[in-house]
């Protein structure tokens, strides 16, 4: 079955405490990308891949960083998270740029 | 860079009756417009879209219209069902040039309420 995984559905840490949430996808998919999802903002791109060892910024990177070492996998870390990261948090990943992408059931990062 | 606007934030219709939901874009460059549909608990699905080069494109109940000119593009749900109830999301992206390009830009959302 074609999916995004993403670990864990659920995470309560403390400020300063570093953090990785893990993503991967089973469709050969060259795009992964990560957004974090707020009221009334929607969804705001974090960072993004276009292929292996290619990462870019999208429009909130603050406080975050990425690797994408393989095209199955793409981390979101959060070095010293801070509360204003508290979030729903995607994974998401498309085949071409004009194609469906694929989104995790997302990650509920709660930072107190 | 890339930015989408969405109305309304909420929309309630009854049962039965259309919903129509607009996004405007403004890089006149972007050529994909896919709309998706997050159900409460999970992650945002596809479930329409639509090229530059193609104006409108419809399936089943749903449509999608582009108008290029004036960059906006709208969904419309007609005979619209309690299940139709969710958030609904527009998004643009545009090709890809060298390592530019790739983005995926999303509206802030509507919340789409059908009332029985």
């Known amino acids: 079955e074609a999916q995004v995984t993403q670990n864990p559905r659920y995470l309560i840490t403390v400020t300063g405490k570093k953090l990785t949430v893990t993503c991967s996808q089973n469709m050969n998919h060259e795009y992964m990308s990560w957004y974090r999802q707020d009221p009334g903002l929607g969804l705001r791109q974090i960072y993004y891949s276009m292929n292996v060892e290619v990462t870019d910024k999208g429009d909130v990177p603050e406080g975050y960083k990425v690797s994408r070492k393989e095209k199955r996998n793409f981390p979101l870390i959060l070095e010293s998270p801070s509360p204003n990261q508290t979030s729903l948090y995607f994974c998401?990943?498309?085949?071409?740029?004009?194609?469906?992408?694929?989104f995790g059931q997302g990650t509920r990062l709660t930072v107190v | 860079g890339e930015n989408v606007e969405q109305h309304p934030s909420t929309l309630s219709v009854q049962e039965g009756d259309s919903a129509v939901i607009k996004c405007t874009y403004s890089d006149s460059a972007s050529n994909y417009f896919p709309w998706y549909k997050q159900e409460l608990g999970k992650g945002p699905q596809l479930i329409i879209d639509i090229r530059s080069n193609v104006g409108e494109k419809k399936d089943q109940r749903i449509a999608v219209t582009l108008n290029k000119t004036a960059k906006h593009f709208s969904l419309h749900i007609t005979e619209t069902q309690p299940e139709d109830s969710a958030v609904y999301f527009c998004a643009a992206s545009k090709r890809r040039v060298d390592n530019q390009g790739g983005k995926l830009i999303f509206g802030q959302g509507t919340e789409l309420s059908v009332k029985p």
């Open positions: 998401a990943s498309r085949g071409g740029l004009a194609t469906e992408a694929f």
